[in-house]
Structures are given as structure tokens and as C-alpha cells.
């Protein structure tokens, strides 16, 4: 996409804008943000990594977005010095000198505690990088933590590597060992949240090379929501999806208003989280009693399947007695009533935000006949299934354009 006018005179009359392109980390997300914009507007894209990501001197563009570690900083000083708009996602390198797209670091860390809370944990921790004390992203893990005891949580926060000597990864049992350490001061169950999905996915290999359950007994939540890294991790990974695409954008929507002559905006423009993607390391309740809690996590995993009582007690190696009794203690309903309570929960969610028909969402929800779903959503929701969805959509409309007037 990108294409090559080193050679073409920056005052040279066009009607096209020439925007120099620097990112470093491979985000398909932020791209995806940053072309859809580029191409309504037509813009020409000179992307950096075709020249080794060095500057010739020769490119005048009509403006710069960036995305840099801290060690291109000469590089960013480079680009301030063409003397065009200059716009960075995230606020990494001179935030005072260039306008910046971040991320709502307090909204993310908010979110992974309240996600935790919702299953019942009590007990939390923010697993932070080596790097902690110089990174923009610290405010997450203080947020998460801040919110966690707000939520009348036991919260954490804890490093494997030390800043000074840090291990490679390769050392798999040392840092293993280390986080068996770090959890033995705490308690399970417990909700570990980290800074990105790829420390995610490490968390969820060191916990079953110690012995842990994961979601059972540790939960596990990333950041960024990476598909291919959520769902290659051993355990496919839950994780804030920090609205990516949505930062890109808004980034390229910036860079386009200062090549106008708009002034820039007088604070850092904040992108919030769309939302907390669950998968199977988060898909579990907190609960003191692991049989439970592997009985729970086998049931929200294959609820679409034909269940029935005696499948899940075996899936958790227990009793079907000892399992009605626990689900009674722990839960205060029978197997067969959180089977349906979870298979409800799908079919809404499903009616919301898909054009399935009704029959297809009672298939993929595990029941068997239309005649007894019916029965069995009437009774949950005291309506149908056709009048739930109408009314949802209707309440989404409504919702939508008022935001839209409160922007206006």
C-alpha cells in the first residue's frame, strides 16, 4: 500500500496528502484504524519499515503518525524537526512535544477488576512487566488495583523478572518457581490481570507447571485481545480488548484536522476499552471448593452439548450426590437450574447481537426442541423469544441516539 515519493516536492500542488507511516510493533488493529481513515480521505502512506525504518532526507511529508519504542526516540526527534503535524499512538516518547492518541489506562484497569468481580473474586493481582517504573502503562495495574479494593477485593501486585537481571523466558522452571512463591502468599481462588496477552498466556503455562487450575483456581485475564494470541495460549485467554482500531482512527482523525490548520487539542485524547473479551481462562465463579469450580468450568465450556447431571460429575470427578449438594451449598440452585441459567444467558446474548433465527439460537444453545426452549425462556424472562430480541434493539436504538445528541 505504501508507495515511494521521496522525490516529490512537498509544495508541489496535489490533492492528495503524503503521510509518513512509523510502527514499529506488527498491530493489525491499529492499522486497520489508521487505513480505513487513509483511505476515505486518500491519502498516499510512505510506511518507514520500507527503508529500515530510517528517515531519508529527502521525504517531506505533509504529517507523521507514529507508534515507537523508547529507543527510536532520535527518530521521533527527527520527525518533529520536518516541521509538520505529528501525531503519536500512545505517549511513549516527547508527549509534550507531539499530540497524542492513548490509551484510557484508568478505563482497562477498571474493567479487569469489575470483570473479576462480577465472578465473585475476592482476591486479585497485577502481575506488572520489569520495565514498571518507566512505563506510561503503569497507571493500569495501579487502577486495577486501586478499583479491586474499591470493590471490596483483596488486591496484589507482583513481578517475575528483576529489573536488573532479568531471565530469558526460556527459563521456564525458575520463573515458574517464582510464581509459585509470589501465589503462595496469597489467596485462591485468585484473578491474576496482566499487561498484555503474550504475559497472559505465560501465566497460564506456569500455572499448570506448578500444579494450579486455570480458571479454577487462578483465573487469568490479558490485554489487547489479540485473536491469534488468545487463542493459541494452552488455555484460550480472556482479555481487554482495548479498542485498538478505534485508537488508530481516531489518531489518523487528529493527524487530518492539524494538516487543516485546526489547533491541537490541549489534553491527550483518551480511547476507552470497548470491552472485556471472555474466554476459558476467566470462564468460572470464584469458589472455595475446586470440584465445584471444575464442575462449573466444564459446564459453561459445553453447555451447547446434550449434558446431563451425572456427565459433569464425572468431568469433575466427583459423585452426582456430592455434586447436587455442593452446587446447593455453593451456588444455592441445582446443576440442571445453572445449566439452564448459563444456556439463558447465551441465548440472550445471542438474540442481541446476531439475526440468527430462534430455532437455530435454541440449537446452538443446547436445547433439543423448540417447544421446550420456548417454554423454558417464557419462564425465565416472562416473555418470548421474538419479543425479548425487539424490545433489546429497540432499548439499543434509543440508547445510541441519545449518546449521539449528548455529543451534539
Known amino acids: 500500500m505504501a508507495e515511494d515519493h521521496s522525490n516529490v516536492p512537498r509544495d508541489m500542488p496535489s490533492k492528495r496528502r503524503t503521510v509518513l507511516l512509523a510502527l514499529h510493533w506488527e498491530n493489525e488493529a491499529h492499522k486497520q484504524g489508521i487505513f480505513e481513515h487513509a483511505r476515505q480521505q486518500g491519502w498516499h502512506m ?70 473479576f468481580a462480577a465472578r465473585g473474586f475476592k482476591n486479585m493481582a497485577y502481575l506488572r512487566s520489569e520495565g514498571w517504573e518507566k512505563s506510561p502503562a503503569k497507571s493500569i495495574g495501579q487502577n486495577f488495583i486501586r478499583h479491586a479494593r474499591r470493590l471490596g477485593a483483596t488486591a496484589d501486585m507482583f513481578a517475575l523478572q528483576h ?35 503474550i504475559m497472559a498466556g505465560r501465566i497460564c503455562q506456569f500455572c499448570a507447571a506448578i500444579g494450579l487450575s486455570v480458571p479454577e483456581q487462578v483465573a487469568v485475564l490479558g490485554t489487547g485481545n489479540d485473536a491469534v494470541r488468545c487463542d493459541c495460549s494452552s488455555v484460550p485467554l480472556s482479555s481487554v480488548d482495548t479498542n485498538a482500531t478505534g485508537q488508530g482512527q481516531a489518531a489518523a482523525e487528529l493527524l487530518d484536522r492539524l494538516m487543516d490548520g485546526q489547533p491541537p487539542p490541549k489534553k491527550r485524547i483518551r480511547i476507552a476499552p470497548t470491552a472485556v473479551v471472555p474466554r476459558q481462562s476467566t470462564d468460572v465463579l470464584a469458589l472455595p471448593d ?20 451425572p456427565d459433569i460429575a464425572d468431568a469433575a470427578g466427583v459423585s452426582r450426590r456430592k455434586l447436587e449438594r455442593h452446587f446447593r451449598t455453593y451456588l444455592h440452585r441445582s446443576v440442571n437450574e445453572e445449566l439452564t441459567r448459563k444456556r439463558m444467558e447465551r441465548c440472550c446474548e445471542l438474540l442481541i447481537a446476531t439475526k440468527a433465527s430462534i430455532d437455530t439460537i435454541a440449537r446452538q444453545v443446547g436445547f433439543s426442541t423448540a417447544k421446550y426452549f420456548y417454554k423454558v425462556f417464557r419462564k425465565a424472562t416472562g416473555t418470548t423469544p421474538r419479543k425479548y ?20
Not at 537481571?165 to 509459585?180: D, G, I, Y
Open 46 to 115: 510512505l510506511d518507514l519499515r520500507h527503508y529500515g525504518m530510517e528517515l531519508p532526507g529527502t521525504f517531506r511529508p505533509d504529517g507523521v503518525l507514529f507508534h515507537l519504542p523508547t529507543e527510536r526516540a532520535p527518530l521521533v526527534r527527527r520527525f518533529l524537526r520536518i516541521g509538520v503535524p505529528v501525531v503519536q499512538i500512545q505517549d511513549y516518547i516527547h508527549p509534550r512535544l507531539c499530540c497524542c492518541v492513548v490509551q484510557d489506562r484508568r478505563a482497562i484497569g477498571r474493567a479487569a477488576a469489575e470483570h
Open 163 to 197: 529489573r536488573d537481571r532479568p531471565l530469558p523466558w526460556v527459563r521456564f522452571e525458575t520463573l515458574a518457581s517464582r510464581l509459585r512463591k509470589e501465589i503462595s502468599r496469597l489467596e485462591l481462588p485468585l484473578g491474576i490481570f496482566t499487561y498484555n496477552d
Open 290 to 309: 475446586l470440584d465445584t469450580a471444575r464442575a462449573l468450568s466444564y459446564m459453561w465450556t459445553h453447555f451447547a452439548k446434550p449434558l446431563k447431571v
Open 389 to 408: 430480541r425487539l424490545a433489546q434493539i429497540s432499548k439499543h436504538r434509543k440508547a445510541e441516539n441519545s449518546g449521539t445528541e449528548d455529543r451534539q
